[in-house]
């Protein structure tokens, strides 16, 4: 990188962190205010302002809100409620911006690379936006184009949430967030090289072949760089406007049975985890299935970490404290004793809770809007008591994901066999086949070590 380029990362950085310290530090001051002073404060217009902010902001900050938003008890609720609201559609940059980068990316003469190519997006998120065009073959095609300056924005996100979260553990120090934090920014600067993207689209594609309700987009390699991914265009529409319907109960199911086997079949039989479960990366078809979106956030586990989930779910089940320490310290928590695991083992039911019983029920039964933050709440203050736990980095987002994706099942209302679709996958575990397989789609796949 030159020092003019130098230069202007740094000026990026600034400017984005002087566009986003007051909305960071006044949470920061809110949430100080009331846990350490007693000081109430307008939280509710206070999130909402928030959401404003970030919603105009491109980049990173928005996804570690949408991320946040999912967690219980890691905002206090008037802020999860806002962030929560905060899905895949931005404000989109216009004609200038598309034009230059187009070129920047495939050459002055780009557009003769398309027959058509509509420069108003059909899409905007939070590190790009998405444009329709057609190759000459007639062939319908996604391009979604990198915002400007996104490697500036994300280091300067990220120096925001590092300040955030330390000012956080001073005040309370249930969960250590070292590792949580080099977690989320190693998976943020991942996403924003949209080759190692198209290797996870190939790879998904791979693992998901064989599922007729899932489908996949196809990258086009001669049409991609770092800062543009063009892929097979999938008509679908967004979830959420489904919803808004009110479609029948077996289309229902139906989804949630297809988003199921969208993140667990990678999960289980090949240790591939898809980290960003947020509603605006799914599409449903005419047919009930699903298109699978956004492949920048994936996770790659080893088979023992995953041997570690199923050893877990067995031991919650038994009610076998000693398999379900030697789980956890297989994922990497150290420290654990007897207080603190019974501790994390509510939590562990909670999530299990469903797959436990052999028959069609919702995802949560109770009635109760707040039954989950109550559990976090609970935990929370157990894991205070009893000195605080460090969750190794692994564990970072596939929690995200169980929590994510039990949000969207609870949304569609969905009445399935949990137990059955769980155990269908894992009822033939094998590491060492897990790992032989893990390491042929990688390498087919192409994805960056």
């Given amino acids: 990188m030159s020092q003019a380029e130098d230069r202007a990362s740094l000026f990026g950085e600034l400017r984005r962190f002087a566009r986003t310290s007051g909305a960071v530090g006044g949470i920061a001051a809110r949430v100080a205010g009331e846990r350490v002073f007693g000081i109430r404060t307008d939280r509710a217009a206070h999130a909402g302002d928030l959401r404003t902010i970030l919603g105009g902001l491109k980049g990173p900050l928005m996804k570690v809100?949408?991320?946040?938003?999912?967690?219980?008890?890691?905002?206090?609720?008037?802020?999860?409620?806002?962030?929560?609201?905060?899905?895949?559609?931005?404000?989109?940059?216009?004609?200038?911006?598309?034009?230059?980068?187009?070129?920047?990316?495939?050459?002055?003469?780009?557009?003769?690379?398309?027959?058509?190519?509509?420069?108003?997006?059909?899409?905007?998120?939070?590190?790009?936006?998405?444009h329709l065009a057609t190759l000459h073959d007639g062939t319908r095609v996604a391009?979604?184009?990198?915002?400007?300056?996104?490697?500036s924005t994300v280091e300067a996100d990220l120096r925001q949430l590092r300040l955030a979260?330390?000012?956080?553990?001073?005040?309370?120090?249930?969960?250590?967030?070292?590792?949580?934090?080099?977690?989320?920014?190693?998976?943020?600067?991942?996403?924003l090289d949209y080759l190692r993207e198209a290797a996870h689209m190939r790879l998904y594609g791979a693992m998901l072949g064989h599922e007729p309700s899932v489908h996949v987009p196809v990258p086009f390699a001669d049409y991609s760089t770092r800062r543009l991914l063009t892929m097979t265009w999938l008509d679908g529409r967004p979830l959420m406007r489904r919803l808004e319907e009110n479609p029948p109960q077996e289309e229902r199911n139906r989804i949630a049975e297809a988003l199921f086997r969208a993140w667990y079949v990678p999960f289980y039989r090949y240790g591939v985890l898809h980290g960003d479960p947020?509603?605006?990366?799914?599409?449903?078809?005419?047919?009930?299935?699903?298109?699978?979106?956004?492949?920048?956030?994936?996770?790659?586990?080893?088979?023992?970490?995953?041997?570690?989930?199923?050893?877990?779910?067995?031991?919650?089940?038994?009610?076998?404290?000693?398999r379900a320490l030697h789980?956890?310290?297989?994922?990497?928590f150290a420290d654990i004793t007897r207080e603190k695991l019974a501790v994390l083992n509510e939590w562990a039911r909670f999530l299990y809770e469903p797959l436990m019983q052999d028959r069609p029920r919702l995802i949560q039964e109770t009635n109760d809007?707040?039954?989950?933050?109550?559990?976090?709440?609970?935990?929370?203050?157990?894991?205070?008591?009893?000195?605080?736990?460090?969750?190794?980095?692994?564990?970072?987002?596939?929690?995200?994901?169980?929590?994510g994706l039990g949000g969207v099942f609870l949304r569609l209302r969905a009445e399935l066999n949990w137990s059955r679709l769980f155990h269908g996958l894992v009822a033939d575990f094998d590491a060492a086949a897990l790992a032989a397989r893990q390491a042929a789609a990688l390498a087919e796949a192409g994805v960056p070590a």
């Avoid at 956030?297 to 000693?322: H, P, S």
Wanted: charged share 25%; proline share 3%.
């Fill in 369 to 403: 809007v707040t039954y989950g933050r109550a559990v976090a709440e609970r935990v929370h203050a157990g894991l205070k008591r009893t000195g605080g736990v460090k969750p190794p980095r692994e564990f970072v987002l596939m929690d995200r994901s169980a929590i």
């Fill in 143 to 151: 391009c979604k184009l990198q915002y400007p300056d996104m490697a």
């Fill in 327 to 332: 789980a956890y310290e297989t994922w990497g």
């Fill in 278 to 322: 947020h509603l605006g990366n799914y599409q449903v078809r005419e047919d009930g299935s699903v298109n699978l979106l956004d492949f920048g956030v994936v996770r790659i586990f080893d088979a023992r970490f995953v041997g570690g989930v199923i050893e877990l779910f067995e031991a919650v089940r038994d009610n076998d404290d000693a």
């Fill in 65 to 130: 809100a949408q991320f946040l938003s999912t967690v219980p008890d890691a905002l206090p609720e008037e802020y999860a409620l806002e962030l929560a609201q905060l899905q895949s559609n931005a404000p989109a940059m216009g004609g200038a911006f598309v034009r230059r980068r187009m070129a920047s990316e495939l050459g002055a003469d780009w557009r003769g690379r398309f027959a058509t190519f509509d420069e108003t997006a059909a899409a905007a998120a939070s590190l790009g936006q998405v």
């Fill in 165 to 191: 979260m330390a000012l956080y553990h001073r005040i309370d120090n249930a969960i250590q967030q070292d590792d949580i934090y080099e977690e989320l920014a190693a998976r943020l600067r991942e996403e």
